[in-house]
């Protein structure tokens, strides 16, 4: 079982160029989320999405966009690549319902220059 | 808006103490409370969630309580080890979740 898998493990842009992250689950969860971990900030809500074809703002959305076309799937794309935009990227999912816990992938490390 | 604190920021401790890290947050509308554990490089393992009709949690060596009227909750480690070395994060899910920034754990052998 694999749970929450985070593609790619590390990244290096320049700026003002684009990329897709990918989170894949294979826990049928119909929540997913993107979170972005930056030193002495802790963890901030990008987008998250409650089901296929559902997406909405978290804390921090600007320059960011989403898609989740799939139940399994959320993607997180930088459409401009900023420096501001170097961080950890986690992307999580969980069941429907107050008891269910949160599963994180482990993260993809990107760095813009 | 929900903030989440946790205190100490870092703590270290020998081998053997039982410890108790620290969480409070402003709004007791709550779903529920999560406890994680992240390792350098990874990301967050659920140790314990308490739903927000509980008052605790126990899995093995871990204890978390919580208490809503107060806003607080605490997370007991019993006969810390070495392998206990980690950063601490709790959540709360008003909505969606909110993070505490972390306790830094170090169990010294």
């Known amino acids: 079982n694999a749970g929450v898998t985070q593609t790619p493990k590390f990244r290096v842009l320049k700026t003002g160029q684009s990329m897709t992250l990918l989170c894949a689950q294979d826990?049928?969860?119909?929540?997913m989320y993107w979170y972005r971990q930056d030193p002495g900030m802790g963890l901030r809500l990008i987008h998250y999405?409650?089901?296929?074809?559902?997406?909405a703002k978290g804390e921090v959305p600007d320059g960011y966009n989403v898609s989740r076309l799939k139940k399994q799937n959320f993607l997180l794309g930088l459409e401009s690549a900023a420096p501001s935009q170097t961080s950890v990227y986690f992307c999580?999912?969980?069941?429907?319902?107050?008891?269910?816990?949160?599963?994180f992938g482990n993260g993809t490390r990107l760095t813009v220059t | 808006k929900q903030e989440v604190t946790q205190i100490p920021a870092a703590l270290s401790v020998p081998e053997g103490e039982n410890l108790v890290l620290n969480c409070s947050f402003t709004?007791?509308?709550?779903?529920?409370l999560q406890w994680f554990r992240q390792d350098p490089g990874k990301g967050l393992t659920s140790l314990l969630l308490i739903q927000s009709s509980q008052r605790e949690q126990t899995s093995g060596r871990l204890n978390a309580s919580l208490d809503k009227s107060s806003g607080r909750s605490t997370l007991y480690i019993a006969a810390s080890q070495p392998g206990d070395s980690a950063t601490y994060l709790c959540a709360v899910s008003s909505t969606p979740l909110v993070f505490g920034k972390g306790t830094r754990l170090s169990v010294i052998a």
């Open positions: 826990m049928n969860h119909e929540y």
């Open positions: 999580a999912s969980r069941f429907l319902g107050s008891g269910s816990p949160l599963h």
């Open positions: 709004d007791s509308a709550i779903y529920n």
């Open positions: 999405s409650v089901g296929e074809g559902t997406t």
